[in-house]
C-alpha cells in the first residue's frame, strides 16, 4: 500500500461549492505540507503542519482552509471553490529527524472548478 | 523575482549525452538544496539533496552547489529515455521552494 494516499484523486465541481481534498500517511512522519503544481509555475506551498497542534500558512492560503485531525491525517478544505482553484494538489510529509528532510508525495488530487 | 529560477526547457539531448539542468535562487540564507524527478501525470521524487558547495556524485546523477553564485546544477550522464521526464529544484529547510521545471527528453 502507498505511504501518502490523497482522496479523492479526481473531482469535478462547481463555482461556489465548499469540497474537502483528504491526506493520510502512514510513514509515521509528523510534518504534512498541502502543495498545487499549475503549468509553468511548479510546486506552491498552501498550508504545513509541524505536528497536531502546529498549522501555517504557506506562499498562497487564501481561499484554503486546513485541519490536522490527527498525526497521519491533514486535510485541505476550499470553503467556495473558484475556477481559478483548478490545479493538481500535492500532499507531502517529512520527518524533522531526518537530516536530509525529504518531502515524501502523494499521487495527487486534480481539481477542475467549473 | 522568483525565489527559484530553472532554465527554461523543454531540453532534448540524445541517449548517452549528458543532460545539464541549472538552477538559480534568492535566499543567500538557504541551506539545503535539492532535486525531484516527476514523471508526467505522477508525482515528484526526491533524486538528489545538496548542503554544502562543491560536488555531489550519486550513480549517473551530479549535483553542484554554488552558494557564492546562488547556483545549484544537476548533470545525468549517459541520458537514457527513462530520465525523460520534469526536473524540479528545491531550496529551503522545512519548508521548500520549488522551481517551475525543466522538462527533459531523451532522444533514443
Keep these: ?114 | 523575482q522568483k525565489e527559484v529560477e530553472q532554465n527554461s526547457g523543454p531540453l532534448s539531448v540524445p541517449e548517452g549525452a549528458i543532460a545539464s539542468l541549472n538552477c538559480t535562487y534568492s535566499d543567500r540564507g538557504s541551506q539545503s538544496f535539492f532535486w525531484y524527478r516527476q514523471y508526467s501525470g505522477k508525482s515528484p521524487e526526491l533524486i538528489m539533496f545538496i548542503y554544502s558547495n562543491g560536488d555531489k556524485e550519486d550513480g549517473r546523477f551530479t549535483a553542484q552547489l554554488n552558494k557564492a553564485s546562488q547556483y545549484v546544477s544537476l548533470l545525468i550522464r549517459d541520458s537514457q529515455p527513462s530520465d525523460s521526464a520534469t526536473y524540479l529544484c528545491a531550496v529551503g529547510d522545512y519548508k521548500l521552494s520549488f522551481g517551475a521545471g525543466t522538462t527533459v527528453t531523451v532522444r533514443a
Design chain 1, 1 to 114: 500500500d502507498a505511504d501518502v494516499t490523497q482522496t479523492p484523486r479526481n473531482r469535478i465541481t462547481k463555482t461556489g461549492k465548499r469540497i474537502m481534498l483528504e491526506c493520510s500517511q502512514t510513514k509515521g512522519h509528523d510534518r504534512m505540507y498541502w502543495y498545487r503544481q499549475d503549468p509553468g509555475l511548479g510546486l506552491r506551498l498552501i498550508y504545513y503542519s509541524f505536528d497536531v497542534k502546529d498549522i501555517n500558512k504557506g506562499e498562497i492560503s487564501d481561499g484554503y482552509s486546513v485541519s490536522r485531525q490527527a498525526q497521519a491525517k491533514f486535510s485541505l478544505s476550499l470553503e467556495s471553490a473558484i475556477p481559478n482553484q483548478t490545479a493538481l494538489y500535492f500532499c507531502a510529509t517529512s520527518d524533522q529527524r531526518e537530516r536530509n528532510n525529504e518531502q515524501f508525495f502523494g499521487p495527487g488530487t486534480r481539481l477542475t472548478v467549473l
